[in-house]
């Protein structure tokens, strides 16, 4: 006898806090890396973005949603911000240094998003934790 | 007057007796045996995951807190059960013979 299916929503919840966790990662990293002008791969640092993909499960039933997984941390393709800055170690002939396309503003904001969404999961527990107490104490 | 018509109408119908089942699926018991071995199984794995994030293994904190809504609410569930078992005993033992 296993509790996996009374569990499922509580899986995935949990697959989504893990999610957002993720995001979380890549959201701080490109804020601490928001002036870094070498990276191992050469050139300024690139933004980080995370790909979610939902996760299906085959059961007796049919398939059905068993979460969100991380698909990938890809790279931003846009180009990096010029500045000028003709002291800079890092500038060009011009005096220009390549600078991350990062803008940390924008940053800001998807953490916001990112820390809702993870408190959205949470009161998906939280609930789920309600809805069963409460079938609990029917036998009551 | 006649009154014998009403009569056939008011004939019980016979009721189908219930045909046994040939194999005899898994008693009260061992159900009952299985289900405290699974809130068993999440109790131990609970204490698994908090076990894991004392020393550092855990990868996550949601995960550890899952486990342990899993083995709380599974936990809940045996008591219940447990309390409705010896309550239905009780009312049992009461019965006069």
Not at chain 2, 24 to 31: A, I, S
Request: hydrophobic content about 45%; proline content about 6%; aromatic content about 6%.
């Amino acid at each position: 006898m296993s509790f996996d299916s009374v569990f499922s929503s509580l899986n995935v919840s949990g697959s989504g806090l893990g999610a957002e966790q993720v995001r979380m990662k890549a959201i701080a990293e490109n804020i601490a890396n928001a002036n870094t002008t070498r990276t191992p791969e050469g050139g300024p640092y690139r933004r980080q973005r995370v790909i979610f993909a939902s996760v299906l499960k085959d059961t007796m039933t049919g398939r059905s949603a068993a979460g969100v997984r991380v698909a990938g941390v890809l790279r931003s393709t846009e180009p990096p911000i010029k500045v000028f800055d003709p002291d800079h170690p890092d500038a060009d002939k011009t005096g220009y240094v390549a600078m991350p396309n990062v803008s940390v503003p924008n940053e800001m904001i998807d953490m916001i998003a990112a820390a809702r969404s993870y408190e959205a999961n949470l009161s998906a527990i939280r609930n789920f934790k309600t809805m069963v107490s409460k079938a609990l104490s029917i036998l009551r | 007057m006649e009154i014998g018509r009403i009569a056939p109408t008011l004939t019980p119908k016979t009721i189908a007796t219930p045909v046994p089942a040939q194999t005899p699926g898994p008693g009260f018991g061992d159900v009952l045996v299985s289900a405290v071995d699974a809130v068993n199984d999440k109790q131990l794995a609970a204490q698994q995951a908090v076990l894991d994030f004392a020393t550092g293994k855990a990868e996550n904190v949601h995960d550890v807190m899952l486990a342990e809504v899993e083995a709380d609410i599974s936990f809940k569930m045996l008591s219940q059960t447990r309390n409705k078992l010896v309550e239905a005993y009780k009312e049992i033992m009461r019965m006069d013979v």
